[in-house]
């Protein structure tokens, strides 16, 4: 499926640099720049490493946890930013797609 659970101590948004807009453009083009950069799901990860043993156990009983004590509400209460999950953010870990 093109994922992977990688190390993030720190992850941050990525926004590329803005384009040369014109003052004589118009405010659609502005308008759809921003539309475009606030739905950019890039960010930068560090440090970005494979997850080592125990971070990975920490993930996998917390997940497991969470799944069976609060199975209701764990769709909709443990997503935070860049879709991450509560058990990604104790273990310091994130899923990315890789190319």
């Not at 590329?16 to 950069?37: A, G, S």
């Not at 739905?39 to 920490?58: D, E, H, K, M, Y």
């Not at 993930?59 to 509560?86: G, M, Q, Y």
Request: aromatic share 14%; net charge positive.
């Amino acid at each position: 499926m093109g994922l992977r659970v990688i190390q993030a101590d720190d992850v941050l948004p990525y926004l590329p640099p803005p384009r040369n807009i014109n003052n004589n453009n118009n405010f659609n083009q502005q308008l759809q720049q921003f539309l475009w950069e606030s739905s950019n799901q890039t960010v930068i990860v560090r440090p970005g490493s494979f997850l080592t043993f125990p971070r990975a156990f920490l993930r996998s009983a917390l997940k497991n946890f969470s799944l069976a004590v609060f199975f209701p509400l764990c769709f909709t209460l443990f997503h935070f930013d860049h879709s991450r999950t509560l058990y990604d953010l104790v273990a310091k870990s994130i899923v990315i797609e890789t190319p």
